[in-house]
């Protein structure tokens, strides 16, 4: 459902950051992203000190289909927790 990106031109010793691209033809509902951005930029804080230095933009590149809202925050949350944890390894 997410894909992590690296700028080419890295910016030289700068902590971590995170940038997100949630486009409206995959979550058309406002909630459905704001939701979406809330909890990756909440997984992406417990994961802050780990990740390496520079920036990383996660962008959502499947529909997360029709779900309650309490589901849709733990599967983001399952997937941000696997893609961070990725990239700390």
């Known amino acids: 459902m997410f894909v992590v990106m ?3 031109d890295p910016q030289p010793a ?3 950051r995170l940038g997100l ?3 409206k033809r995959f979550a058309p509902l ?3 992203r704001n939701t979406i951005k ?3 930029r909440e997984t992406f804080r417990h994961h ?3 990740l390496p230095e520079g920036d990383l933009v996660v962008r959502l590149v499947a529909a997360p289909g029709r779900q309650s809202l309490t589901a849709l925050k733990a ?3 399952a997937e941000a927790e696997s893609l961070f ?3 700390v390894t």
């Open 75 to 77: 599967q983001v949350r």
């Open 21 to 23: 691209v949630i486009p």
């Open 38 to 40: 809330r909890v990756l």
């Open 48 to 50: 802050r000190g780990a």
């Open 6 to 8: 690296r700028p080419r």
């Open 30 to 32: 406002a909630v459905t």
């Open 85 to 87: 944890a990725r990239i």
């Open 14 to 16: 700068t902590p971590a």
